[in-house]
């Protein structure tokens, strides 16, 4: 099976003119690529790489919190059930395991390091409970602030640590090399350094014996996302384009709740945290008819693909007159303010009191179940690059990821990848001249991607939407060209188009239904199905088996 031609293998950029040496390279700057610096820096010389300044990811924006057992009530058992129920037959249960026994030390060491978690009425932590959780295992902080004091802990650590670090700096592409066995392995990377405005000002290389990838994942690549702008799937596109394999792309999470602020709304939205259906809220109708009343046992604290795909449903059936958007009653919540401080702010922003008002709510691009290729501790099929956070498919969140594990998970693997660092390198891999060709996609064109992944590749797909997707990315990857001024803006467009691709191709090879990817014309998972799919970049082609 082969989908879109015309993907570059190279991002088009001046020819370097300076060079860096050290141990690690990190590229990316939000709990996993943080952890990974701060485990590996007492040994190594590490230098981590962030395209915007060092907070700009989707760390700092995650209002649930971190998921770990720390009620006597609880077992990791019971979260790891609920987190293999939620990945709809393809999570790794060893990778699962792992993550889930390791969490409770995770939230420990945050805490050691300064995080400031909320305390419950009688000592320890406070825990709330999230959609598809049997059991309160949610820590949070300020209460809907918790990625911004893990983003806080992380980076005054890291800094303390003498982790070097260089903002506005763009990762173009791995440099490759040979190993001792003759084996192609990572040699480093070529960066390029922007200005204020995205304008490239030099293009250096990087050469390393570790190149750890934490970029996040691509929610950019929807019209309607609750990521931040930075999330464009860089690392992601950068390892499609060394030839190292990626999966589970097709698996999109939509987060059912985003606040809805009209049809033409674009880019970031404000996410309405799944905390507060956990402290009761419930959705309905634009008819006043509850949403997930009798669709799943646990109704509106059912996983996040079931409630995403329970109102897309309910909303193609325009309940009076209405089919863009349904309300979340949070009006029965005491102390809303309170216990949700940025989502009250947010709403009140959008004239909307959620103490006494409903709020309206629409699913919108928010966490990425694939990605690279990687075991737990961020190894990949490439000697010396590694990969952690939302930009790797470990095989943690199977088809569906369970609500406040990837916040655990970016602590849990980066910590795993740097202490493994730290212990023993890799080997020296040699630079060859590897001549491939390169080309940018002009950022012009990122509104015109950007629609057609939300109108034909969102919550619910046809094989006539998924064909249409295809044609516009076709079209798309027609206008890369070596020509196009290399600019921050350009690299992403190029980036998203990659990842577009590897996604759509990936939809429509894997005809049935299961977790994020969802069908209308085959409703049910197919056992047959129940495994990954895997993309790779060949002569400009994605091709998935």
């Not at 985003?258 to 402290?279: F, N, P, T």
């Not at 309170?338 to 922003?349: H, M, N, Q, V």
Request: hydrophobic fraction near 45%; aromatic fraction near 4%.
């Amino acid at each position: 099976m082969s989908a879109s031609r015309g993907i570059p293998a190279r991002l088009a950029a001046p020819e370097p003119t300076w060079s860096v040496e050290t141990d690690v390279v990190v590229l990316g700057s939000g709990a996993a690529g943080l952890s990974a610096a701060l485990a590996a820096r007492p040994v190594r010389d590490v230098l981590l790489i962030t395209k915007d300044t060092l907070d700009a990811g989707s760390t700092g924006w995650a209002q649930g919190g971190l998921a770990a057992v720390l009620d006597p009530n609880d077992s990791i058992e019971n979260h790891v059930e609920d987190t293999l129920a939620a990945g709809a037959g393809l999570c790794d249960e060893n990778a699962v395991r792992t993550l889930v026994s390791e969490a409770p030390t995770a939230i420990r060491y945050l805490m050691h390091l300064g995080a400031s978690f909320d305390p419950g009425a009688h000592g320890g932590v406070a825990l709330t409970r999230e959609g598809g959780h049997s059991h309160r295992r949610i820590v949070h902080a300020g209460g809907d602030q918790s990625g911004a004091e893990v983003q806080r802990t992380l980076d005054e650590s890291v800094r303390l640590a003498g982790v070097r670090i260089i903002e506005r700096a763009f990762g173009l592409d791995l440099i490759i090399g040979a190993d001792s066995r003759g084996r192609r392995a990572v040699a480093g990377i070529r960066v390029a350094l922007l200005d204020e405005n995205g304008g490239v000002e030099s293009v250096g290389t990087v050469t390393a014996r570790a190149v750890v990838v934490a970029t996040g994942g691509y929610g950019q690549v929807y019209a309607s996302t609750s990521n931040p702008p930075a999330v464009t799937g860089d690392g992601i596109a950068l390892a499609i384009r060394a030839g190292v394999p990626v999966a589970g792309l097709e698996f999109i999470q939509f987060h059912p709740t985003v606040l809805w602020r009209g049809a033409e709304a674009r880019g970031q939205q404000a996410l309405i945290s799944e905390a507060v259906r956990g402290e009761g809220a419930i959705l309905l109708d634009a008819a006043g008819r509850r949403v997930m009343a009798g669709v799943h046992p646990q109704e509106d604290l059912a996983p996040r693909d079931v409630v995403a795909a329970a109102i897309s449903s309910r909303m193609a059936e325009a309940p009076a007159g209405i089919d863009d958007h349904v309300y979340l009653d949070a009006r029965r919540i005491e102390n809303f303010a309170d216990r949700f401080p940025s989502i009250t702010a947010s709403c009140l922003d959008a004239g909307i009191d959620p103490q006494h008002e409903l709020i309206p709510v629409a699913p919108a691009a928010h966490y990425v179940c694939g990605g690279v290729r990687a075991d737990i501790d961020g190894t990949t099929s490439m000697p010396g690059l590694y990969v952690v956070g939302e930009a790797a498919c470990t095989g943690v969140h199977g088809a569906n990821r369970l609500a406040s594990n990837s916040l655990t998970e970016g602590v849990v693997a980066g910590t795993r990848v740097g202490r493994a660092l730290s212990w023993s390198l890799p080997g020296d891999a040699a630079p060859a001249a590897e001549e491939a060709p390169a080309g940018l996609l002009d950022s012009y064109h990122r509104s015109a991607l950007r629609t057609a992944m939300s109108k034909y590749v969102g919550v619910l797909r046809t094989p006539e939407g998924l064909k249409q997707a295809q044609s516009i990315l076709d079209t798309l990857a027609s206008n890369v060209s070596p020509a196009v001024v290399p600019t921050r803006k350009a690299f992403e467009a190029t980036n998203m188009l990659t990842i577009a691709s590897a996604v759509v191709a990936a939809a429509q090879a894997r005809t049935e239904s299961r977790g994020c990817h969802r069908r209308i014309d085959v409703a049910e998972p197919d056992p047959a199905w129940e495994r990954h799919l895997v993309a790779t970049l060949r002569n400009g082609h994605i091709e998935v088996q």
